[in-house]
């Protein structure tokens, strides 16, 4: 099982809104096959393995890291296949979240005389399908709240200068983390600030784009910005409202951006219509990079799932330094917003904490 979690890995940016899944046959104690998902829309990991085998996989066990499905989607059903081959036994690491599957595949594979066990390795196994669990289940993205800061909380100096806080192992770290989601976002203010370009550029020229959202309420954001005239397979979206002025839209338009219109809600985006937008587009996980107002709106609101901040050990000071999370802010420390599954590591000179929205 932990093999084919690792297969499952495999296939990391390339089979959203599907989860990544692997599957490893084995027969008289020997890997006879391996396999994985490998995009949205191509064979299953069993089918996969069912392909790549060695030879004959009757009464073989199959490991795989999710149920498998029993429905037609862009593929066959992997129940079917797996009894036409007469596998004896299928041990899988978690049911399936999904409603059209959730039990029924166990269901089907047992009524085929298949032995079925589930359990093995299952936390690793939902923490590496986390966005696709909380897509299927609640049709909104998964959102990760990521933020690099230094020793004393500051995200820049008084005169606005980021580059860079965090060392060369944590920035590529950051470009390993866009390759994995489906979109980045930021706000208008840090484009106009940084003037990012948002793409993925791996140290060994791997991964690929993840769509670019810019959240611009009033479409102020620059023409020019690099983040609008990138040359990239993945698109750029700028969300605005919808009182947003006609001419500002007209030119993001003519740049050939594509627009989300949002309502306001107390004059802002209104960032839960906006999730519910990007689900629209089969976004199923986003990366939010900032800055500080974007952040705060996004945790206000209640859609941040995960927080990652880095922190790099330099002292900025200055009361006028933007911090990570900005707006009013709590007024008491028990509603401050609180994390849960707590780790830390070290990415490089830099310490990155990961931690869970505690609802």
Not at 56 to 64: A, E, G, L, Q
Not at 99 to 125: N, T, Y
Not at 177 to 196: F, I, K, N, Q
Request: contains cysteine; glycine residues 10%.
């Amino acid at each position: 099982m932990e093999r084919a979690l690792e297969l499952a890995q495999m296939g990391r940016g390339s089979t959203s809104p599907n989860p990544m899944v692997g599957a490893v046959i084995v027969k008289d104690d020997r890997i006879i096959a391996e396999g994985f998902h490998k995009r949205f829309g191509g064979p299953h990991a069993e089918v996969a393995a069912l392909e790549n085998a060695s030879e004959c996989v009757r009464d073989s066990t199959v490991y795989v890291t999710l149920e498998p499905c029993c429905h037609h989607g862009k593929t066959p059903p992997c129940t079917r296949a797996l009894i036409s081959a007469g596998v004896k036994k299928v041990v899988m690491a978690m049911e399936d979240p999904n409603p059209r599957v959730a039990g029924k595949g166990r269901d089907e594979l047992e009524q085929a005389g298949i032995e079925v066990e589930s359990g093995l390795l299952a936390e690793a196994a939902k923490k590496l399908n986390e966005a696709f669990v909380k897509y299927i289940t609640t049709g909104l993205p998964f959102f990760i709240a990521k933020a690099a800061m230094t020793l004393d909380g500051k995200i820049a100096t008084r005169e606005k200068d980021s580059r860079w806080i965090t060392g060369q192992e944590a920035r590529q770290y950051v470009h390993w983390l866009r390759a994995g989601v489906d979109a980045v976002m930021v706000g208008s203010g840090t484009v106009e600030a940084d003037d990012p370009m948002l793409t993925t550029r791996m140290a060994n020229g791997g991964g690929r784009d993840a769509i670019r959202i810019v959240v611009d309420g009033d479409a102020k954001v620059p023409p020019g910005s690099a983040v609008l005239n990138i040359q990239s397979a993945a698109p750029t979206l700028v969300a605005v409202k919808t009182t947003a002025p006609s001419d500002r839209k007209s030119d993001l338009r003519a740049k050939g951006v594509e627009l989300i219109e949002i309502e306001p809600k107390n004059d802002k985006i209104d960032l839960v219509k906006l999730a519910s937008a990007l689900a629209g587009r089969n976004i199923a996980s986003v990366l939010i990079e900032g800055g500080g107002g974007l952040l705060a709106a996004a945790f206000d609101a209640g859609i941040v799932d995960k927080a990652l901040f880095f922190i790099a050990p330099k002292i900025l000071g200055g009361k006028d330094a933007p911090t990570p999370v900005e707006g009013r802010g709590v007024a008491r420390v028990a509603d401050a917003t609180s994390l849960k599954n707590i780790s830390i590591s070290r990415v490089g000179d830099d310490i990155l904490i990961e931690g869970y929205v505690g609802k």
